[in-house]
């Protein structure tokens, strides 16, 4: 009974977890080069708020599935197949949220402030650009921590057979 419920977390994990680095990466890698070309700053800072928001909206269920998956699947774990690996594949994503949450968040209430001191149309383009680069530098953080984290749940899987 236990064999297929943790064979099915761990699957439901690694999956949850590749999702979570590819948003985080595509947002990392594409999204931010994109919005700096586009002609305005109040334009950039209305589609930065809103891939912010959706970024937001996207990830934070995924880490939950994520994590809730494979604390399932080392506490339904037989004692001698309770490897660490499953624990610290957990808790990566956590940390990681708890970092964008603890670096990323002033860098965007830097931005949002910027906006209320400026007016949406007096927005200074080149802070809001060095902003959005600041945000994108930050953001790699997350992503290696979600990275890692999922190279070592696909390790971890494929080494216990499951």
């Known amino acids: 009974m236990c064999r297929p419920v943790v064979a099915a977390t761990k699957f439901i994990g ?3 977890l590749g999702l979570l680095t ?3 990466f595509g947002a990392s890698f594409a999204t931010i080069k994109s919005l700096l070309t586009l002609p305005s700053a109040p334009a950039a800072h209305r589609s930065f708020t809103h891939l ?3 970024l937001s909206t996207l990830t934070t269920p995924l880490t939950y599935l994520t994590t809730v998956s494979f604390l399932t699947a080392y506490l339904f774990s037989p004692s001698y197949k309770r490897h660490p ?3 610290i594949t957990a808790m990566l994503p956590v940390l990681s949220s708890g970092y964008a949450s603890i670096v990323l968040s002033p860098k965007t209430n830097r931005m949002e402030k910027l906006i209320e001191d400026n007016g ?3 927005v200074n383009g080149e802070e809001l650009r060095d902003g959005m680069l600041d945000w994108e530098r930050a953001y790699w953080g997350v ?3 979600r ?3 999922f190279l070592m749940a696909v390790v971890g899987i494929w080494g216990d057979g499951a």
Do not use: H, M, P, R
């Open 22 to 24: 590819g948003v985080s």
């Open 52 to 54: 912010t928001t959706t």
């Open 14 to 16: 690694v999956g949850s």
């Open 143 to 145: 992503v290696a921590g």
């Open 85 to 87: 690996y499953l624990l």
């Open 147 to 149: 990275g890692l984290g």
């Open 120 to 122: 949406e149309k007096g």
